[in-house]
């Protein structure tokens, strides 16, 4: 029989997640389908339970579900738990186990663009405290980083995501950047600045000490503002578009069987798609 897996959303169309396991599916020769599928949040309860029969082998979850999938599934791995959101789902034996694949996509795009990015130092800084900063929080604490400062526009939304989490994070306004910054080995845009041409202000990347390494959440554009500025400064950069290929593989690899590969081939297929 075919297996098949799916992603569900609302909406779903803008998903580049069919065209990169389709895109594996056939460069493996695998027999399998990938279905986007638009699910309205009051139908939820009811796929999950139809997902227990087998349909499908598994699949991923995106906004405005992921939060939500957790009570749902049968597991949940730790790392999902402790993020809050579930993005790949497996099912076996009519048992759904969810797990979050965001914190081995964002190490394992570092790991590929900038080696030994973790050997400089381990202190960072986190742009952000929504929920695309959970999963970072929690990859950096558990790759060994001794202090995360968490930089948010609310700063109180800083203090509560830390109080959260437990690790050595601490929270700060985006202004406390100038103090911070000089003893700063990585930082991290997990807000959506960067998208629609926007940008922060008033953050000198300069204060950053030259080995440092800067890295964007957003990959539309490629090249964010804060990249930009970063390469300005003598920065070294990675972007975020291999953070949604690398995030991928876990869940392809226990639905098909078969570790794919993220290769340049497939990052231009998925440029294309994108328009960048
Ligand atoms: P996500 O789940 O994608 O992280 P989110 O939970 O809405 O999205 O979080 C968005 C993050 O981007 C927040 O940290 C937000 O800051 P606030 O908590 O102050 O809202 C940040 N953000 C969004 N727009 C921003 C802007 N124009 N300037 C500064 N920070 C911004």
Redesign the pocket.
Known sequence: MTQKAFIIGHPIAHSKSPIIHQYWLGENGIEGGYEPLDIDPKDLPAFFKQLKLGTYIGGNVTIPHKQDAIALCDEVTNEAQEIGAVNTIFVKNGRLFGSNTDILGFLANLDAKAPDWDKQGHSAIVL??????RAILVALRDRGFKCVHVL???KQ?ATDLCAQISGPFQAHA?EDFEKLAPEAHLLVN????GMHG?KFTGMDLKRLPKSALVTDIVYTPLKTSLLEAAEAAGLHTVDGLGMLLHQAVPGFEAWFGHRPKVTPELRALVEKELGL
């Open positions: 952000g405290a929504g929920g695309a900063a948010n526009r609310t939304t985006l997990t807000t959506s600045i926007t």
